[in-house]
C-alpha cells in the first residue's frame, strides 16, 4: 500500500513547507530514505561479514538467521526495502535505477570479501569466483525475501540458504 508524503508529513507533525526546506523533491526524499538505509543495512553486514571470531562461512550463516528472526518478528510483512524498491523501480523516477543498483553492487562486494576470506582459510577452493558466487547469493536471497513475504513463512529463506551451501564450488 502506498503512503503519500502528505500522509506522512500529517502524521509525523511536519508542515509540508518544512519537508521542502530539507528536500528539493519527493525524490530527492526517496533517495535520502534509500541512502540512509544502505548505510544501515552496510553496517548490519558489516557486523556479521567482518566477525573473524566466526569461519567466513558461519558469518554468512549467522547474518542469514538473524535476518530470518527480524523478518518473522514483523509477520512477514517487512523485507527489505532495496528489494521492495528494485520490484518498483518501473514507477519510480529514473535516478532509484542506478541508486538501487549500486547499493546491491555495494552488499556484493561486502560478501565478495567474505568469500575471499572462505578461499583464505580453504571453505571454499582457489578457483572460486567470489564476485560472482557474491552476486549470485544476492539475487537468489532477494527472491527467498519476496517469496518468505508472499508465504508469510520462513520456508523459502531455507529452501535458498540450504540450496546455496549445497551448491558451493567445493
Avoid at 108 to 118: D, G, I, M, T
Avoid at 142 to 149: S, Y
Avoid at 158 to 166: A, K, M, N, P, S
Amino acid at each position: 500500500m502506498a503512503t503519500g508524503i502528505d500522509a506522512i508529513l500529517k502524521r509525523v507533525g511536519v508542515p509540508k513547507g518544512s519537508f521542502y526546506h530539507y528536500f528539493a523533491s519527493k525524490e530527492a526524499f526517496g533517495l535520502a530514505v534509500l541512502d540512509s538505509y544502505a548505510h544501515y543495512f552496510a553496517r548490519r553486514l558489516d557486523r556479521w561479514l567482518l566477525d573473524e571470531s566466526l569461519s567466513p562461512l558461519e558469518r554468512l550463516a549467522g547474518f542469514v538467521q538473524e535476518s530470518k528472526v527480524n523478518i518473522a518478528r514483523h509477520a512477514f510483512r517487512r523485507g527489505c526495502l532495496v528489494g521492495n524498491m528494485g520490484q518498483e523501480v518501473s514507477v519510480l523516477p529514473s535516478g532509484f535505477r542506478e541508486a538501487l543498483e549500486n547499493v546491491f553492487l555495494d552488499w556484493q562486494a561486502r560478501l565478495s570479501v567474505c568469500f575471499e576470506a572462505a578461499v583464505t582459510v580453504r571453505e571454499l577452493p582457489a578457483r572460486t569466483d567470489c564476485s560472482e558466487l557474491a552476486a549470485y547469493f544476492w539475487i537468489g536471497w532477494e527472491g527467498a525475501v519476496l517469496r518468505a513475504r508472499l508465504v508469510q513463512n520462513a520456508q523459502p529463506l531455507d529452501t535458498f540458504i540450504i540450496g546455496f551451501l549445497r551448491g558451493l564450488p567445493r
